[in-house]
DNA sequence: CTGAAAGCGCTTACAG
DNA sequence: CTGAAAGCGCTTACAG
């Protein structure tokens, strides 16, 4: 281990200004309360002192002494700065930086976090959790476990997305995904439809849920029929169309879309002319043929700003106080109409 | 400010396992010196009492004592997680991430940093620069104030890409364009070609002069007749090309160059059967009709993992010894031969 | 208005 | 082999 180089201390301005070391504290972190009073010569004299040395405080020091640092940590899952990973955390990482900007704090993202028993996790021996503030966490699936014992310690933390890994009251900022599937749902029961396939991916997380959810009761209150569907049964998708007489085909997310778009177009319907398509997702940068891909936007930036200003409040606020504030948060993704849901053909002109 | 709520520390280790808060930070730390030889059993109790209680040391206690952090930080002269940068950093940030998990370190990014005087600054009144054992710089243009400064305190630090911002010695990774640049012009040679033309930005960095010398000089010794032109002047492209003859054109970087093909085919011309076509920048997923454009790949992954690297030898490494490393290293970019330089149509031929 | 002192949680000589 | 003590650089009661 290299010798530390000694770095310029409070002590050594505090002998430049003549004053002790605990003025130079009091005015370097403008502490002027009853029964501190720093007169301005003074002031002026420690402040120039500081300047002219080149003085930082050691935050390290600083943290020990209790204060906070203005370093928020960041943990993932899995890897946040791989290609693969930019569709998903490319945009959360981009709102973290722009708003970590704004508030003036720094990111310390915690890639070391080793794997041990199988799962990555934030509570490893020599985890630096505690050097910040509070910490964003990242991810598809996190760990009940690691939620519950962040809650018990009280630490501020504020996860992105809406959890249900624990019964423990979690922190986060999420996606709300019931009101635009409502909105788009009556967009095409307006359009004429009332039958449709929803394909999904099976998966038993919150969103997928909801969505699923929502679009069960909008079948169930006869606004407009639902066949599900598992995505391993889209090759079957447009005998399954024929055979139900839906005239929409509505997919989990973008992606998932275009496997059914190209399903459909291998059978030789167009879309959507035969059928109307749109997606429970983000379909910006999605086109189809031609067509923008009808469906949604979800705000992931401002999800991120969102999960940011939700924890700056946590760590200001005194932990006995939480339970006062509203720590469960929803951001509406909004429908991106596009151009795949179209006016459906008039069952009874087939008759005529 | 909220109390921070105490968390458990060496002290109560000590008490239940019934040793002394110095005997726990020898466990921890596996001091086992020639002064201090801890029984097997001894071990083992403390190491039981930490388990049980979950310990986790608190980093800002063992910085402020002098220890290591395995903490790096990150600094970039622009925001790094932003859709529009993530082609220059999305590559760094990999490599970063990866090499950090790797060596068990975590990345504090200093979003913070704010705007003063017109720029942003790694010294402000606030840095937690400190906190870090080195940092890593990254950015197209950095401010040679304080790359100095960090060389003149001795922080260990490593800047991505070769500097000329100051004269200090600032340790670096970069990247040797000279060799592939050389490797394509003869392989361009070869193929027959001796008249070309050179369009460049007319940018002053290392790596632009770079490029512009090796064409330059191969222009001098008569291997391949150059004549370089500014980015303004792509409209004249078709004019200057039949002008000199020249039967191939090379760009700075893949952009440029798909502007040059852009003015070529506007002009009818048709790429590369009329005229051979390279960059000098990486080329990876730039594709001109069909054909991979020829270039370079620039591996930024390993020249962030080296960076990184570089800096952990620098961190464990006494500054005073640090003359004595190889601190400014250069990673070779590969040449990607693609589909864009063909055989030059033979000038005898043209008069037969 | 200002300073001496205690304390944050750790490490590391230094004595037993 | 183990512990009491000093010290890292800061903040904050507490006395003057």
Sequence with gaps: MPSKPRRVTQREIAQIAGVSQTTVSMVLNDRDGTNVRIPEATRARVKQAIEQ?????????????GLDNQIVGVFTYEP???????????PLLNGLERAA??????????????????????????TRLRLADGCILLGQQMVGSELGRLVAEQFPFVAVGRRDETT????????????????????????????????????????????????????????????LVGEERIPELPRLARATGATMIIGEDAFLTEDVILSLTAAGLSVPADLSIAALGEVRGHRTDGHALAGFHVPREQVAAAALELLQQL???????????????????????GDTIVTAPNPDQDGS
């Design 168 to 227: 423990a009251a979690v922190p986060y900022v999420g996606i709300d995904y019931v009101t635009p599937t409502n909105e788009l749902i009556a967009a095409a029961a307006a359009a004429g439809h009332q039958q449709a396939l929803y394909v999904h991916r099976g998966r038993d997380s919150p969103t997928a849920r909801d969505r699923r959810g929502a679009v069960e009761s909008a079948s169930a209150s006869g606004q407009l029929s639902f066949l």
């Design 80 to 90: 946040a700065l791989s290609p693969e990973s930019m569709d998903f955390y490319g």
């Design 101 to 126: 900007e704004r508030i003036g704090c720094d990111l310390l993202f915690f890639t070391s976090s080793p794997v041990e028993d199988g799962t990555r996790s934030l509570f490893h021996r020599r």
């Design 315 to 337: 760590i200001i606020t005194d932990p006995q106080s939480w339970p006062g504030l509203d720590t469960q948060r929803l951001m509406r993704a909004e429908v991106e109409p």
């Design 53 to 65: 040395a080149t003085y930082v405080a050691d935050p390290a020091a600083r943290r020990l002494a």
